[in-house]
């Protein structure tokens, strides 16, 4: 059976990325190998972990001693099915997180196609980002559907995002990112990911504290 998306966890989707990052660091540092103790090492997980994420994504075969080529690895990563298929995105709120998210080409590595934004602040409508352009939100829903866009980044104000998504699922869209300081409600048919940035430094912090604490 051909090995796609569809055999593996989510958490190893949420692994790849690192795999990745890892791969790609090694090999800037001159090591034509990796290994799987090494990965788990620098991101802090079970090498029998990513012993089997790779068998189940790697072609190529490794070196029982050696490991696997860096180079390979990184391509055999980029070429799993999960990476392939590609998803239009839009970002609603374009300040300085939603521009920063926005002006990142390194989503489309991982399928993410941004194709607009959407703000309603007039100094900033009609920039050109990437080749995408920053719309006015009153034309989300046509702006949705010529772009047949399925994923929103929501990066609004916290009092302004429930009506943000009601917006962008009524116009289409089947997947929220949300980055937002507050949760949201969705129909049971759309897929939400809430990204609290605070509730990470929060957790960061204390565990932080908890490993250096005086005395």
Known sequence: MKK?????????????????????QLLSEGEDYVNAPQIA?????????????LSLICKTP????????????????I???VYT????????????????????????EWGLNFVAGFDVNPNII???????????????KSVIEI??????VITVPSEAAQEVVNLAIDAGIRAIWNFASTHVQVPSNIILHNENMASSLALLNYNLRLKYKKG
């Open 41 to 53: 090492e620098i991101i802090n997980i079970n090498p029998e972990t990513v012993k089997k994420d």
């Open 79 to 81: 070429d799993f099915g």
């Open 62 to 77: 490794g070196n029982p001693r050696l490991g696997r080529k860096a180079e390979t690895l990184i391509q055999e990563i």
């Open 126 to 140: 009609g920039k050109e980002v990437n080749g995408s352009y920053i719309y006015d939100i009153k034309m989300l």
């Open 85 to 108: 298929q590609t998803s239009n995105a839009v970002i609603i709120g374009t300040g300085k997180l939603g521009l920063a998210l926005f002006s990142y080409t390194g989503f489309k």
């Open 4 to 24: 796609n998306a569809k055999t593996i966890s989510r958490n190893m989707v949420h692994r790849l990325p690192l795999y990745l990052s890892v791969a790609r």
């Open 147 to 152: 772009t047949d866009a399925e994923l929103a």
